[in-house]
């Protein structure tokens, strides 16, 4: 009988250690990152390649970061951060470093492919559609990676425009993300529209002839294969083997959304709390009283300030619930510190929060950020910028657009892009720096003048007109036409050596593509 007793308590204790198991251990694994247990239960990504991995999840993760983009005051701050940091208030700018034979600059033929340039660069030329000027292409084809996580412009050799070129800037979802065919005799592969050869080049694009979902129906649309030479498809290569590109806010869209809802929750509770003042608690005896005028009714009772009226058998308690909470603030901010990691920027540059910071520590913050953006610009420069100029280039000699010595492409295609720099708070510190990189000749007045954005040639004869007009007015100018002195003693203190955090010149010369800072 006793057997029979405890017969239940043993029968529940083993389905307890069935059901949840003895006390967690680490298993006996090599690595300790490698346990697996129901405390350590970790979701393990799939071994699918890059493109098998993303295939289902492309257009999800896509309209989800063009929301970002759009509506999420984070999402459209960042996107405005690349734009400001990468392009700059003058874009990457083009600087033709073209020599004479006996290595000296050829202003003239410098001067005829700058101004060139930015002639082609206006909205009637640049683009197919006429709409958008070089500085406006640039804008969208950064916007458009940051968001969709790949952008794509088409090359157009032959346009008739007057120059023989222009671009157009296609839309992703031309690239339909479900095309797909695997490799057979004499064929090659397509993945997601992008045609590649056996080692994994893109050979050709194709694309939808307009939007698959335009408000107009897409009739008559038709896919067209393009091949890749006049396709630019940007995007970040995360995996070997990945054809399509993953939007930047990829890490952070499932924190956002938590955000906004507690964001939103809070508020709706807030503005509820603000609109409610309490409740009126009236007497049950009055109210069944049939002959009371209030009898069976609800009550309201209107507020106005400085007045409270009495209302007979009732009791006012006053709601006063506080929102939003003590913790809201803390809380936000710790999510939108995760949201910087993820993006690879500052919590204060992309909320520009400075509340918490000092000179250090956003000096500290600043230049490792802008370390992102000056690598972001080589990118920019060398996947866009220069498959243009080069095609751009080379038409404008064949429509005999360029005043230049010479009509051999190679001979006159040295140049360079010049990204922005970022000076710091104090000027004065930026100015001595450079003048002790030149007293000791570790730089140059042309490499100082890219870093600022601009162009020596352009400095010195601004320069020289200034002096003339001068001259004109029987005015003095106070400067000095040798190179700055060291200080006194002969060297700058540890305070005087924090100049300006430089921008980068990137050198193409002769197309080359070697890069310089």
Known sequence: MAGRRFRPVRALAGWIGRRFGPAPKMSATSYAAAVHNRLYNWIKAPMKSADSELQNEYETLKARGRDMGKND?????????????????????????????????????????????????????????????????????????????????????????????????????????TFNRPRGRGTNEIRMSVEI??????????????????????????????????????????????TRGVTWFAAIILAAQMREGYTEAELVAA????????????????????????ANKPLTMNAEPGVIEAVVGTEFQAWDPTHPTTAFDPFTKAILRSHAAGLKTSY???????????????????????????????????????????????????????????????????????????PWIDPWKELKAAELALALKLDSRTRLAATQGRDLVEVFEDIVRERKLADEHGIELDDDDGDPPLPTGGRLSREELV?????????FGNGNGTGSG
């Open 499 to 507: 100049g300006a955090d430089p921008g980068v010149f990137f050198d």
């Open 73 to 177: 005051p984070y999402g459209v701050r960042f996107v405005g951060l690349v734009g400001e940091n990468v392009l700059g208030p003058h874009g990457i700018r083009l600087q033709a470093t073209v020599q004479e034979p006996d290595g000296s600059p050829d202003t003239r033929t410098n001067h005829a492919i700058e101004g060139g340039w930015k002639e082609w660069g206006k909205h009637e030329t640049c683009t197919a559609d006429g709409r958008l000027c070089w500085a406006e292409a640039e804008d969208l084809f950064v916007e458009t990676w940051v968001q969709d996580g790949e952008a794509i412009v088409r090359l157009l050799p032959g346009f008739d425009n007057g120059w023989g070129f222009a671009i157009q800037h296609l839309d992703t979802d031309q690239l339909d993300s």
């Open 348 to 422: 204060a540059s992309l909320t520009g929060d400075l509340s918490q910071v000092n000179y250090s520590s956003i000096r500290w913050g600043g230049l490792q950020e802008r370390d992102v953006w000056k690598k972001l610009q080589g990118v920019v420069a060398e996947h866009f910028h220069e498959r243009v100029y080069s095609e751009w280039l080379r038409w404008a000699l064949i429509m005999g657009r360029l005043d230049v010595p010479s009509r051999d492409l190679r001979a006159v295609n040295s140049h360079g892009w010049m990204g922005r720099g970022w």
């Open 197 to 242: 050869d056996a080692w994994g080049r893109a050979v050709a694009y194709h694309l939808w002839s307009s939007h698959p979902n335009d408000y107009q129906g897409g009739r008559g649309r038709v896919r067209e294969r393009i091949p890749a030479h006049q396709i630019i498809h940007q995007f970040k290569t995360r995996r070997a083997g990945q």
């Open 271 to 294: 503005r509820t709390a603000a609109s409610k003042m309490g409740f009126l608690n009236m007497d049950p005896e009055v109210w069944r009283d049939p002959d009371s005028p209030t």
